[in-house]
């Protein structure tokens, strides 16, 4: 079965770090982009950051500076390294992957995993 496998995700204190890992299953990850995206309650799904086959990277305005992503292809694994963290980050963190960066649509993403909660609060 291919999909990703998220984890990393608890609770931080505002101004804290957190490093979520998106490992693949199934497949390797050479070839894709992968993104980043999240889902607080009640709001709709939102991208947050995309990395592609090269390396290139993107990130939503509101993470820019505090997030930043990478990719281990050697161990199959993406990061999403979130520093001075906000309670706004609050949400379920997801990874899903294409063949290229296209946006933050979700549905241009294929092979998404359970998810990993991250929780900002004092």
């Known amino acids: 079965q291919l999909q990703f496998v998220e984890s990393g995700g608890g609770l931080v204190q505002p101004g804290g770090s957190l490093r979520l890992s998106c490992a693949a299953s199934?497949?390797?990850?050479?070839?894709?982009?992968i993104v980043w995206f999240r889902q607080a309650p009640g709001k709709e799904r939102e991208g947050v950051s995309c990395i592609a086959s090269s390396d290139v990277r993107s990130y939503t305005p509101s993470v820019k500076g505090r997030f930043t992503i990478s990719r281990d292809n050697a161990k199959n694994t993406v990061y999403l390294q979130m520093n001075n963290l906000k309670p706004e980050d609050t949400a379920v963190y997801y990874c899903?992957?294409?063949?290229?960066?296209?946006?933050?649509?979700?549905?241009?993403?294929?092979?998404w995993g359970q998810g990993t909660q991250v929780t900002v609060s004092s």
């Open positions: 199934g497949f390797t990850l050479d070839y894709y982009a």
């Open positions: 899903a992957a294409n063949y290229h960066c296209v946006g933050y649509e979700p549905h241009q993403y294929a092979y």
